[in-house]
């Protein structure tokens, strides 16, 4: 039980003791240079645990997903991608401003672009047409509420998108959450990618930063564009040794807040006013809809003077994320906070 509920993300994790007593014990050195001990570890241990060559610690998914972009892309091409994807819709259109590249969104049924919606996407060879550089696939979806795509799924996008020589980069901010949530290793969806990011700062609760994983020779080229974007960081180390602790020992946890998550949807679908798909509450992700005007904004107020604090992602629309620091007395009492506001809707 936690004095205020914080549901709004799983980002407001706080890191937990043993990630502050490794970051205090850090070996450090000058990144730039290649010299953090701390850092090259988490980078090792994060490209094995996604079966790839190397790895590359960066300050945000953000700029993971931004160096993966311009890495595996040239001015002028365009990127394949769901309409309600992260990168699309929340990276401050960065791929475009850093990497000239162009934005082909393509409305999908879950999130997930289907072999089919790619074929059709990929440009044909005509000098009128930008070629097409990259095709990008997000698990969990974060706007889709969470919801996991399975390793196939990814392979049979990414057999359509290889047969055209074209790159799959996997916005995997919250892939430990579909890999605990399938029962599959993370290596399993991160294998047919070419490069995968994945977030410590996020349910694994790291205070900071993510890693992009690929092969040898794709990390080199996005180590230098994470220098031209000012991600050159230097002893960081004391900060990448949390991220150790988050990758060795907060990935199994996830199922807890999967269950939290489960909970919090059942007790929302039996409230008035409110609905939710209860079939899209596979991690730690609940996006309900609110069924009056402007009643997400009601809910955010109501529950903010009960301590809860919950996000509303549109007018009628609400997404709440479970996290370690949320446990199933916090749930308890939000479901009490939303009774209590629609009691009579
Ligand atoms: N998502 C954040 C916000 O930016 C919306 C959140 O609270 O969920 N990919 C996915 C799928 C994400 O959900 C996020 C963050 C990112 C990339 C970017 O990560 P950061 O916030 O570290 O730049």
């Known amino acids: 039980m936690h004095d205020i509920v914080d549901l709004r993300s799983d980002t407001l994790t706080l890191p937990t003791p043993e990630m502050r007593e490794a ?19 988490l980078e090792a241990m994060a490209a094995e645990r996604l079966g790839k060559e190397a790895g590359l610690f960066v300050a945000s998914g953000t700029m993971g997903n931004l160096v993966s972009v311009v890495a595996q892309t040239r001015p002028g091409q365009e990127v394949v991608l769901d309409l309600d994807s992260h990168i699309f819709n929340y990276e401050v259109a ?10 082909r969104p393509v409305r999908t049924a879950r999130g997930f672009l289907a072999p089919e919606q790619i074929r059709e996407a990929l440009r044909p060879p005509n000098i009128h047409v930008p070629e097409t550089g990259l095709v990008c696939v997000e ?10 795509c399975t390793p196939e799924e990814i392979a049979a996008v990414a057999a359509v998108a290889h047969g055209a020589g074209v790159p799959v980069h996997l916005d ?14 993370a290596r399993d969806f991160a294998r047919h990618a070419d490069s995968v990011t994945f977030c410590v700062s996020k349910g694994l609760a790291a205070p900071v930063g993510s890693v992009v994983c690929g092969a040898a020779a794709f990390v080199a080229r996005a180590r230098r564009i994470r220098k031209m974007v000012g991600g050159g960081m230097r002893q960081v180390g004391v900060v990448a040794a949390a991220g150790i602790v988050a990758i060795e020992r907060m990935v199994d946890r996830l199922a807890e807040d999967h269950a939290n998550a489960r909970a919090l949807a059942a007790g929302i679908a039996r409230l008035p006013g409110l609905s939710v798909d209860l ?14 005007p402007s009643g997400a904004a009601e809910l955010v107020a109501g529950c903010a003077s009960r301590k ?3 996000h509303a992602i549109g007018p009628a629309s609400i997404r709440c994320v479970t996290h370690k620091d949320v446990d199933a007395d916090d749930i308890a009492r939000t479901l009490d906070a939303l009774r209590e506001i629609t009691r009579g809707w």
């Open 279 to 292: 079939a899209s509450v596979q991690t730690n992700i609940v996006i309900f809809a609110v069924d009056r």
């Open 139 to 148: 698990n969990t979806h974060n706007r889709h509420g969470g919801t996991c």
């Open 23 to 41: 970051m205090a014990r850090a070996e450090v050195g000058d990144d730039v240079w290649e010299e953090d001990p701390t850092v090259k570890r």
């Open 172 to 185: 995997g901010a919250r892939i430990f959450n579909a890999a605990v949530a399938l029962g599959r290793p």
């Open 94 to 103: 960065g791929s475009a401003v850093i990497g000239n590249v162009q934005m």
């Open 308 to 310: 809860v604090k919950i």
